[in-house]
């Protein structure tokens, strides 16, 4: 933790890992409405491609400066990026056409798993009995949302090819975010993700060159304009950036826990965007997500 903003402000990282997520679930918006318009990997493509463009202005000189360091740097940086930007960003697009949002839902809550798990495995962290336990809520109240407070729904999903998409991402932002903490950087943390999201569009040219030819070409026009540029900023420069600084604060194993707040966030923009209807499991599985998340923090 940087000891500057703990020992000043101790509840600054929890306010991070509560506002942070609130950028995260802006991506279910981009996959509920964007996929609809966009096809799914140029989409992904387009976004990381924004993302560095917007950034490069703004930390050219430093990576200039920095060449040694990025030639160092290059196959973690572009792991980070096909990790982070290239599975992460095109994996629940793809998911999103055959599965379900529930389907997501459930699969992703293994991502924090194992973010412990490899944690625990390649870098000796030590987990506590509060974290395992904050841990099992969080799931608890993630699966109270997606089965709508009943059990039945839950034994009797189905589950598709989709699914694979998804346990792929989920995968992936584990990868991405023990290595995003664990690899140390001599780039300064918008610097560095603006190399991982240079490395995350280059990971995904070829699968949107193939998109185009084979399967749907993108159409270039406001509305292709209008989820580019919102996909960049809200779910991906806003909510990576967060993201990293959080990891510094509190670990990569804690800060995975914003997956399970990522749930509850991406339930409210349903509720607010898409006119969903507000149920009383939606109130039980928030509160047991807040809960876990509570018990996540203590220390033992």
Not at 8 to 25: K, R
Not at 26 to 41: C, F
Not at 43 to 69: C, D, G, H, Q, S
Not at 166 to 186: D, E, P, Q, R, T
Request: with cysteine; charged share 10%.
């Amino acid at each position: 933790m940087k000891p500057s903003l703990t020992k000043n402000n101790p509840y600054a990282p929890y306010l991070l890992l509560l506002i942070q997520p609130i950028f995260m679930a802006t991506n279910t918006i981009v996959s509920r409405g964007g996929v609809e318009s966009v096809p799914p990997i140029s989409l992904a493509f387009w976004r990381w491609f924004t993302v560095f463009i917007m950034l490069l202005p703004f930390f050219y000189n430093e990576i200039l400066k920095n060449k040694k360091e990025f030639n160092k740097e290059f196959f973690k940086l572009f792991f980070l990026g096909s990790m982070g930007c290239g599975i992460c960003g095109a994996f629940p697009n793809l998911a999103g056409m055959t599965t379900t949002m529930a389907n997501i839902g459930i699969i992703y809550t293994s991502s924090p798993v194992i973010i412990i798990f490899l944690s625990i495995l390649f870098f000796k962290e030590k987990i506590n009995f509060f974290r395992i336990l904050g841990l099992l809520i969080c799931i608890t109240g993630v699966f109270t949302i997606i089965s709508k407070g009943n059990l039945d729904f839950l034994i009797n999903l189905n589950f598709t090819i989709g699914d694979l998409w998804v346990l792929g991402a989920a995968f992936g932002w584990a990868l991405y975010s023990i290595y995003l903490l664990n690899w140390k950087s001599k780039f300064s943390l918008m610097a560095r993700f603006t190399l991982i999201a240079m490395f995350g569009f280059i990971s995904l040219f070829p699968f949107f060159i193939l998109e185009n030819i084979y399967f749907a070409k993108t159409n270039y026009n406001q509305t292709f304009l209008f989820w580019t540029i919102f996909a960049a900023i809200s779910p991906s420069i806003i909510a990576f950036s967060l993201y990293t600084r959080l990891q510094k604060y509190v670990g990569a194993s804690f800060a995975g826990f914003t997956l399970y707040l990522f749930a509850v966030y991406g339930s409210i923009f349903g509720i607010i965007i898409f006119e969903e209807p507000l149920f009383s499991f939606h109130y039980l599985g928030g509160l047991l997500v807040f809960t876990g998340v509570y018990f996540a923090g203590r220390k033992a």
